[in-house]
Nanobody
Framework: QVQLVESGGGLVQPGGSLRLSCAAS????????MGWYRQAPGKQRELVAA???????NYADSVKGRFTISRDNAKNTVYLQMNSLKPEDTAVYYC???????????????WGQGTQVTVSS
């Protein structure tokens, strides 16, 4: 089993910044893609940003130029730096990791528990 633990959410004013972290632990042989998703009330969960093990990234159009995803492979951790936050960024943010299991070498997708980000004055 693998656990993903997120941190860094909170309340911030419009134009402010937050940094989310997500650390993976457990039966990990390797981690392929890692990403951040978000879900606002009454809306479907959507991809915010993703990063491969080699560092290739992609972003939702709505966050390009404002958010930056990065990862530390040695720590099995992914980060999301969020700048110039807007009220429409308010959502629960979830991290996801595609993990190759150390025991059977099969790949599984794991999700974090979610962290609330609220952008409001």
């Amino acid at each position: 089993q693998v656990q993903l633990v997120e941190s860094g959410g909170g309340l911030v004013q419009p134009g402010g910044s937050l940094r989310l972290s997500c650390a993976a632990s457990g039966s990990i042989f390797s981690i392929n893609a890692m990403g951040w998703y978000r879900q606002a009330p009454g809306k479907q969960r959507e991809l915010v940003a993703a990063i491969t093990s080699r560092g290739s990234t992609n972003y939702a159009d709505s966050v390009k130029g404002r958010f930056t995803i990065s990862r530390d492979n040695a720590k099995n951790t992914v980060y999301l730096q969020m700048n110039s936050l807007k009220p429409e960024d308010t959502a629960v943010y979830y991290c996801r990791a595609d993990v190759r299991d150390q025991g059977n070498f099969r790949s599984y997708a794991y999700w974090g528990q979610g962290t609330q980000v609220t952008v409001s004055s």
